[in-house]
């Protein structure tokens, strides 16, 4: 027997101990190591907590190609509330001209009409042989825009058959400054019913191509010790087309502003 069990022993040599040794550390480091996927999310974690250094990158202001079309950029609208008077400006492209009519006085008396039961409620206008000014108000965004478009479209349809034969009429965008302080309003309210004195100078006058003949606080507007040709009490019923100022930076706010 004893023969026997060192033929076994000699046949199947049983492992040295420094040989177990090595495989025991060899499986303990294979299953303690993080795996591939495991260390590249701790290297990304590393990454995203590195701190932010000053100098180039990232978006700066003023950057990118500058605007030099002369139109408006479309960005996005500030916040438009039936509190907030709006002055809005459209003019033609280059080359075009001729506003200044009967015929075209009635047609933009009638887009500003239909405008009107979209959401566009100007209170005043003025109209120049290439551009046109409204003092207006609207309860949103929405219905600014669908104001705009219904005016833009019917408005703009009747310059192109008088005007140029097709394509668009006006410069792009139309520009918009939002009222918020009752000087802001007293200076856009005066720059819309006085612009045609302001193209050519003088006095201001009755202009028939604006709605200053419905205007009667003429005096409260240049302040009483200016000597004009314009006197209160001397206003015109404010027609259909046209609508009467719900703010009250339009009603009474520009008033208190000195």
């Excluded at 550390?25 to 996927?37: E, F, G, I, V, Y």
């Excluded at 000053?54 to 500058?66: C, I, P, Q, V």
Aim: glycine fraction near 8%; proline fraction near 3%.
């Amino acid at each position: 027997m004893q023969h026997r069990d060192e033929a076994l022993e000699e046949t199947n040599p049983a492992p040295s101990r420094s040989k177990n040794v090595n495989n025991f550390r060899l499986q303990t480091n294979l299953d303690s190591a993080p795996h591939k996927c495991d260390r590249a999310k701790v290297k990304n974690k590393a990454q995203l907590q590195f701190k932010k250094i000053d100098g180039w990158g990232g978006k700066r202001r003023g950057a990118g190609r500058k605007n030099k079309s002369s139109t408006v950029n479309h960005g996005a609208r500030q916040i438009i509330t039936h509190k907030t008077p709006l002055h809005i400006t459209m003019k033609l492209k280059r080359g075009l001209n001729g506003l200044r009519t009967q015929k075209m006085l009635q047609q933009l008396k009638t887009s500003l009409g239909k405008a009107k039961a979209k959401g566009l409620r100007t209170i005043h206008f003025s109209l120049q042989s290439n551009h046109l000014h409204l003092f207006a108000e609207s309860d949103s965004n929405q219905a600014l825009a669908s104001g705009m478009n219904s005016f833009g479209a019917r408005f703009g349809r009747e310059i192109r058959k008088r005007l140029r034969g097709s394509g668009s009429v006006f410069n792009g965008r139309y520009h918009i400054h939002i009222l918020k302080t009752p000087r802001e309003t007293r200076h856009a309210l005066a720059y819309v019913l006085m612009n045609t004195s302001k193209h050519q100078g003088g006095e201001p006058e009755y202009d028939v191509y604006s709605s200053n003949r419905q205007f009667k606080e003429w005096r409260k507007l240049l302040g009483s010790k200016k000597q004009f040709a314009l006197a209160d009490g001397q206003a015109e019923p404010v027609p259909d087309y046209l609508s009467h100022p719900k703010s009250w930076l339009a009603g009474v706010g520009w008033k208190r502003s000195a």
